[in-house]
């Protein structure tokens, strides 16, 4: 049985849940999908037996190469660029779908390993339990395709353990998708904010577009605010756990201690749970019979497949990114602070695959552009003869035959290697074709506190970090249109495409993290980002009190690293009570809103530095595209 814990938004505790329920199975195999941010093993500790890199095949042309271009032609995620001096491959961008191979006619193409990242695999013990497998990946800095290490991942953690917990990445985007294939069952863990409303509406679409049972854990329950159980009752989503907004419960988890052995209390909590679970007397909820499928078409609109060298950011303008490795540090509190406090400012809200910005800001006009991110195989039944040979040629198994050839729209990357394979291709009979797929929405207009805009990625899409490059664009017009030098960008958590994206030919980051074994481990992570992409970089710790030691460590981490911790925010109740009631958290009375004003003028007063100097932005690596994919 496999068990996905999930989550739209970042940091609502669904490490905190995926850990402890693990434990409580004692022996349960924990799967750490989380490859941008796997954070499990600070609380497990596992021993790691094997580590070695995920790794696909990319192009390289050999001498017989002749320089036709029909490679380039072919490849729609302009990975490959046909040179007078020969044959140019992005790595980066390639999605290793056999395309350009087949396209050769001199056949002048061969496949070498690229690493995308790290595979890790050994064993966890809780107590006296027996020993179980463990396994997590990690994206390495600059890569892009988190999904492919994700199936690597649990493919590599397949074995005889009876019941196996994914601990899934935040968000609703391909890389969801991925870790939530082949689950039992879904654990959404969501709290009572109107954040995690939002997001969990989204995830329980994708997981009923897949079939899977779900049931709600909702953690911080006390606090009020968006009425989850009544969403909840409305959709038949149980709520099979509640976990109160707790100081000590947060302190254990920030000293990555687990709570399941070390807090009497939940550890009866979590020996319930997974009783329930193992029995098969868990309430859940039952998905549709009729699955929905979502829109897919395009309505004409070309994806946009250009790389960073070719789309110069605008001169005169500060962009500035709000940005975080780990979800749920405060990132989107304080970038609506700043907004909030700024003067004739423009916001780009970049989490796309989970935007909650609009929701404290209240746009009060939008226009909606469609985006498309890439393309979707269509194959029509009435001329498919179901030979089976797209079937068969498909490497990310997207085409199945019942009995003609059908398209699963959440594994089809749009490469067309379906379409070259077709023995139908030249005539009038062909079955196949590859039109521009909708990937998501993107809004600008205005806001209660200046322009913005903001984009969202239809459940399980991919091409996120595109869709954040359009996002930007967009805010870049809206400045022009009010006449200000200004942009706040809120950047997606973690690592890959989006955040990529969103750092790109930024003139500042500021990194908002917590006293957490997992916060600082993965602001490290981030900061090895902005410094990738030659990004000043400012720090503010959030809830600073909540582990002093750690506070500490991050301090040191900064300080080695050259990055300047400009200000501490306490723990303060008040913060996420005034977000769960849609409020601008800095115009709060409690001491955390008071830090946060604080740290609102820090930032504003360097923004104010930037723009006297107008210089224009120079920090775009030459090989990493902004057009993520």
């Given at each position: 049985?496999?068990i ?6 970042g ?5 905190l849940?995926?850990?402890?329920l693990?434990a ?8 750490d999908?989380d490859v941008?941010?796997?954070?499990g093993?600070?609380f497990l500790k596992?021993?790691?037996r094997?580590?070695?890199p995920?790794?696909?095949p ?6 017989a ?12 995620f302009?990975a490959?660029?046909a040179l007078?001096?020969?044959v ?6 390639c999605?290793?779908?056999g395309t350009c191979?087949?396209?050769c006619?001199?056949g002048a193409?061969k496949?070498v390993p690229?690493t995308l990242g790290t595979?890790?695999l050994?064993?966890?013990?809780v107590g006296?339990?027996p020993?179980?497998?463990f396994?997590?990946?990690e994206?390495?800095?600059g890569?892009i395709?988190?999904?492919t290490v994700i ?6 953690a ?6 196996a917990?994914?601990?899934c990445p935040?968000?609703t985007g391909?890389a969801?998708?991925?870790a939530?294939?082949?689950?039992d ?10 954040f995690g409303l939002?997001?969990l509406?989204?995830a ?10 779900q049931a709600?854990?909702l953690n911080?329950?006390?606090?009020g605010g968006?009425?989850v159980r009544?969403f ?6 149980p709520?099979?756990?509640e976990i ?5 419960l ?15 209390r ?5 020996d319930?749970l997974?009783?329930a679970i193992?029995s ?6 039952t998905?549709p ?5 979502p829109?897919l078409a395009?309505?004409?609109a070309?994806?946009d ?5 070719d789309m ?9 990114a709000?940005i975080s490795g ?5 990132k ?8 909030a406090?700024?003067?004739n ?6 989490d796309?695959?989970?935007?909650n910005?609009?929701?404290?800001l209240?746009?009060l006009?939008?226009t909606r552009t469609?985006?498309?991110?890439g393309?979707l195989?269509?194959i029509?039944?009435?001329t498919c003869?179901g030979c ?7 490497r990310?198994d997207?085409v199945?035959?019942a009995?003609?050839a059908?398209?699963?729209?959440l594994r089809?990357?749009?490469c067309g290697?379906c ?18 797929r ?6 600008s207009?205005?806001?209660r506190h200046?322009g913005?805009a ?9 091409a996120?970090?595109?869709?954040v490059t ?8 809206q400045?022009?249109r009010i ?6 960008i809120?950047?997606p958590p973690?690592?890959?495409c989006?955040v990529?994206a969103?750092?790109t030919?930024t003139?500042l980051a500021?990194a908002?993290t917590e006293p957490?074994?997992s916060?600082?481990h ?5 900061l090895?980002l902005?410094?990738?992409f030659k990004?000043?970089?400012l720090?503010?710790?959030n ?7 750690i506070?500490?460590s991050?301090r040191?981490?900064?300080g ?5 911790v400009i200000?501490a925010v306490p ?7 005034d977000?769960a ?7 709060g009375?409690?001491p ?5 004003r604080r740290v609102c003028?820090t930032v504003?007063?360097?923004?104010r530095?930037?723009?006297?100097r107008n210089v224009p932005?120079?920090?775009?690596p030459?090989?990493l595209p902004?057009?993520?994919t």
């Amino acid at each position: 049985m496999r068990i996905a814990i999930a989550s739209g938004k970042g940091g609502t505790g669904k490490t905190l849940v995926a850990t402890n329920l693990a434990a409580a199975f004692a022996k349960a195999a924990y799967i750490d999908c989380d490859v941008e941010g796997a954070n499990g093993h600070l609380f497990l500790k596992p021993e790691i037996r094997t580590q070695r890199p995920a790794e696909v095949p990319v192009p390289t042309a050999t001498d017989a190469c002749t320089g036709c271009g029909a490679c380039a032609e072919v490849c729609r995620f302009g990975a490959i660029a046909a040179l007078e001096t020969g044959v140019l491959v992005f790595n980066e961008l390639c999605h290793s779908c056999g395309t350009c191979l087949e396209a050769c006619p001199e056949g002048a193409l061969k496949e070498v390993p690229h690493t995308l990242g790290t595979i890790r695999l050994g064993t966890y013990q809780v107590g006296n339990a027996p020993a179980v497998p463990f396994a997590d990946g990690e994206l390495n800095t600059g890569q892009i395709q988190a999904a492919t290490v994700i199936e690597q991942v649990k493919r590599a953690a397949d074995g005889d353990t009876p019941i196996a917990v994914l601990d899934c990445p935040p968000g609703t985007g391909c890389a969801v998708a991925e870790a939530l294939r082949g689950a039992d069952l879904c654990l959404l863990v969501t709290e009572p904010t109107p954040f995690g409303l939002s997001d969990l509406e989204k995830a329980a679409n994708l997981a009923d577009y897949m079939g899977i049972p779900q049931a709600v854990v909702l953690n911080r329950s006390d606090l009020g605010g968006a009425d989850v159980r009544g969403f909840c009752r409305e959709r038949n989503l149980p709520i099979i756990l509640e976990i109160p907004y707790d100081a000590d419960l947060a302190r254990l988890y920030a000293r990555g201690q687990l709570v399941y052995t070390d807090a009497q209390r939940y550890r009866e909590t979590f020996d319930v749970l997974a009783d329930a679970i193992r029995s098969g007397r868990l309430e859940r909820s039952t998905p549709p019979a009729k699955r929905e499928t979502p829109p897919l078409a395009a309505d004409g609109a070309e994806p946009d497949n250009t790389r960073c060298m070719d789309m110069p950011r605008p001169t005169g303008l500060v962009q500035v990114a709000v940005i975080s490795g780990k979800g749920g540090t405060g990132k989107t509190s304080l970038a609506a602070s700043l907004a909030a406090m700024a003067e004739n400012a423009v916001t780009a809200d970049a989490d796309v695959d989970a935007p909650n910005l609009h929701l404290l800001l209240e746009p009060l006009g939008e226009t909606r552009t469609p985006f498309s991110g890439g393309y979707l195989a269509e194959i029509d039944p009435d001329t498919c003869t179901g030979c089976g040979e797209c079937a068969e040629a498909c490497r990310f198994d997207a085409v199945t035959l019942a009995p003609q050839a059908v398209v699963d729209p959440l594994r089809c990357v749009g490469c067309g290697l379906c379409a070259l394979v077709c023995p139908l291709r030249d005539t009038g009979e062909m079955p196949v074709r590859i039109e521009p797929r909708l990937s998501g929405y993107a809004y600008s207009g205005k806001t209660r506190h200046g322009g913005g805009a903001r984009g969202e990625l239809l459940a399980g899409g991919e091409a996120s970090g595109k869709l954040v490059t359009l996002v930007r664009s967009l805010a870049e017009t809206q400045a022009q249109r009010i006449d200000t030098d200004r942009i706040l960008i809120d950047a997606p958590p973690g690592m890959g495409c989006p955040v990529n994206a969103a750092l790109t030919g930024t003139d500042l980051a500021v990194a908002v993290t917590e006293p957490t074994q997992s916060g600082l481990h993965d602001l490290k992570r981030a900061l090895d980002l902005a410094q990738w992409f030659k990004v000043p970089t400012l720090v503010v710790i959030n809830k600073a009190d909540i582990c002093p030691e750690i506070t500490e460590s991050i301090r040191a981490v900064c300080g080695a690293g050259g990055f300047e911790v400009i200000d501490a925010v306490p723990f303060d109740r008040t913060i996420p009570q005034d977000v769960a009631g849609g409020n601008i958290p800095a115009f709060g009375k409690g001491p955390g809103a008071a830090a946060l004003r604080r740290v609102c003028r820090t930032v504003l007063q360097r923004i104010r530095q930037l723009a006297e100097r107008n210089v224009p932005s120079t920090n775009i690596p030459g090989t990493l595209p902004r057009s993520q994919t």
